[in-house]
């Protein structure tokens, strides 16, 4: 069974970067689509940026030209790099599979930005 670890959250003051990572054990991420999504209490969890097997990429409109999203199939990673943080992205971030397959939900990384 695939396990996802998520890393490299933390408390950051408004236009900092952060980097977040992905990490899979027990399955090979390299032939799937994977995402990053974010959830904060109350709300439902939501994608913010995509990329295929292929190496397309798609951002949700409230992170474009903020995040990039990358993977490094060989280390079974996925990766996203947070600059120009607000503190409306302050949440919990998940990365997991954005197809009809999708792996147990590992417990995310803590993503606070403080104004």
């Known amino acids: 069974q695939v396990q996802l670890v998520e890393s490299g959250g933390g408390l950051v003051q408004a236009g900092g970067s952060l980097r977040l990572s992905c990490l899979a054990s027990?399955?090979?991420?390299?032939?799937?689509?994977m995402g990053w999504y974010r959830q904060v209490p109350g709300k439902q969890r939501e994608p913010v940026a995509v990329?295929?097997?292929?190496?397309?990429?798609t951002y949700a409109d409230s992170v474009k030209g903020r995040f990039t999203i990358s993977r490094d199939n060989a280390k079974n990673m996925v990766y996203l790099q947070m600059n120009s943080l607000k503190p409306e992205d302050t949440a919990i971030y998940y990365c997991?599979?954005?197809?009809?397959?999708?792996?147990?939900w590992g417990q995310g990384t803590q993503v606070t930005v403080s104004s």
């Open positions: 990329i295929t097997s292929r190496g397309r990429i």
């Open positions: 997991n599979t954005h197809t009809a397959v999708v792996f147990s």
């Open positions: 027990g399955g090979d991420l390299s032939v799937y689509t």
